[in-house]
């Protein structure tokens, strides 16, 4: 069998409305986006059927810290309906995506 090489240190963090929080590795041979990564928390928590709209990647820390909003309707449709992943972000190592309710401001 040949099992995917996983970089030991390579990690990223997915909090909030996912149904599965937590640190997950990145994959050497394979490109982690947005979505994949919320597919990798199981999906976006469905509280009350109000998903989550919106997500945001925080990159970095203190003054190199930056910050990817991205609108995950959207998102979700150009990536699953018309297979267009160009605005699919890539996850790098440390990332943490932050997936605030629906309602709440980010």
Same mark, same amino acid.
């Given at each position: 069998? +040949?099992?995917?090489?996983?970089? +030991?240190? /390579?990690?990223?963090? &997915?909090?909030?409305?996912? #149904? ?7 994959? *050497? /041979? ?5 979505? #994949?990564? &919320? =597919? ?7 509280? $009350?059927? +109000? ?5 945001? =990647? %925080? ?8 910050? %990817? $909003?991205? *609108? !995950?309707?959207? !998102? @979700? @449709? ?5 297979? *267009?992943?160009?605005? *699919?972000? =890539?996850?790098? $190592?440390? $990332? =943490? %995506? ?5 309602? +709440?401001? !980010?």
């Amino acid at each position: 069998h +040949s099992f995917p090489t996983r970089r +030991s240190s /390579d990690l990223f963090t &997915i909090v909030g409305q996912v #149904n599965r929080q937590g640190k997950y590795e990145l994959v *050497d /041979d394979e490109e982690t986006t947005l979505t #994949n990564a &919320i =597919v990798q928390a199981k999906g976006l928590y469905d509280h $009350d059927h +109000s998903k989550p709209n919106r997500a945001r =990647v %925080i990159r970095g820390y203190g003054k190199e810290k930056t910050r %990817i $909003d991205v *609108d !995950l309707e959207s !998102l @979700t @449709t150009e990536v699953f309906e018309k297979g *267009d992943k160009s605005h *699919d972000p =890539v996850i790098q $190592d440390g $990332d =943490v %995506i932050a997936v605030p309710e629906s309602t +709440s401001n !980010l």
